[in-house]
């Protein structure tokens, strides 16, 4: 590892998509700072190992990321000790589907905390850093359900829809800096997020998807990488839909 590898923090990194973005960037040897907030460490371990066999040692921390204080702390040690974040992929993220009508306050609360507060924790811990190194790159995590809407996601719909808004705001503010922040909006992707869905809505979802089948993890891998990319430097507020023909 030279002095110039990136530093990139992934949250939501333990598994799913967040996992397979980890191992894409693991191709150019860069220091990785994977958060998570799994009950225990077994899949950031297995993370970890599977990085540790590209030849990266990377971090992995237990934080939640909905917390604005925990979050400042966490971003402190990192910069601290690195004295700069190159890339920011703001991953994590819950579902707790239901109809509106049925709809706890607790789970809009949650589904907004932890999807678009978190988004707002992490940005602003980092902007301050990447503003002065006059570089670096945000890719925020959304999705084709905060385009066109799904019933029983109402908070989450909300909340993705939000990160839109939020990443377009900010990238005005940080475009004359050199900081880039856009979205990647996945469909419906093969992780542990959906297959908790019953087989009968599965099917239905693929059905509505031209190519015909789920994407997986790494065909979000790809499109996030790249925007963090020199090609991708004059590219900003934008969303990369990932999601075989779903939403166009
Ligand atoms: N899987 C899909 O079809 C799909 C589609 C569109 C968007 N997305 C989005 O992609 C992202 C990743 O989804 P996935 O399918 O890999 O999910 P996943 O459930 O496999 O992984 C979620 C990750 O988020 C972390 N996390 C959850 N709550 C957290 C918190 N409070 N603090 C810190 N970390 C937390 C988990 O520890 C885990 O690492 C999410 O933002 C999700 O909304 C997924």
Redesign the pocket.
């Known amino acids: 590892m030279t002095d110039r590898a990136r530093v990139i923090v992934v949250?939501?990194?333990?598994?799913?998509?967040?996992?397979?973005v980890a191992l894409r960037f693991a191709q150019e040897k860069p220091r990785i700072i994977?958060?998570?907030?799994?009950p225990d460490e077994s899949?950031?371990d297995e993370t970890s190992a599977l990085l540790h066999e590209q030849g990266i040692e990377a971090e992995t921390h237990?934080?939640?990321?909905?917390?604005h204080k925990d979050v400042n702390g966490i971003f402190h040690d990192i910069i601290s000790r690195f004295e700069k974040v190159d890339v920011l992929v703001?991953?994590?993220?819950?579902?707790r589907d239901t109809l509106l009508m049925k709809m706890a306050e607790s789970d809009w609360d949650l589904v907004l905390?932890?999807?678009l507060k978190?988004v707002f924790n992490c940005t602003q811990a980092v902007i301050r850093t990447m503003i002065k190194q006059r570089s670096g790159a945000i890719v925020n995590?959304?999705?084709?359900?905060g385009q066109i809407g799904n019933p029983g996601q109402a908070n989450?719909a909300a909340?993705?829809a939000g990160i839109m808004g939020f990443t377009k705001t900010v990238a005005r503010e940080v475009a004359p800096r050199g900081v880039t922040i856009n979205c990647v909006?996945?469909?419906?992707?093969?992780?542990?997020?959906?297959a908790i869905l019953p087989e009968k809505i599965r099917e239905a979802l693929k059905g509505q998807i031209p190519m015909g089948k789920?994407?997986r993890?790494e065909d979000?891998a790809e499109a996030v990488c790249w925007l963090c990319s020199d090609g991708a430097s004059y590219i900003t507020g934008q969303t990369i839909h990932v999601n075989g023909g779903m939403y166009m």
Not at 11 to 20: H, V
Not at 90 to 95: E, K, L, P, Q, R
């Open positions: 949250t939501g990194g333990s598994r799913g998509i967040g996992r397979a994977l958060l998570h907030y799994d899949a950031a237990k934080v939640d990321v909905s917390s703001n991953n994590a993220g819950i579902t905390n932890v999807n978190s995590i959304a999705s084709i359900t989450y909340s993705k909006a996945p469909g419906f992707i093969d992780t542990e997020m959906t789920m994407g993890p979000v």
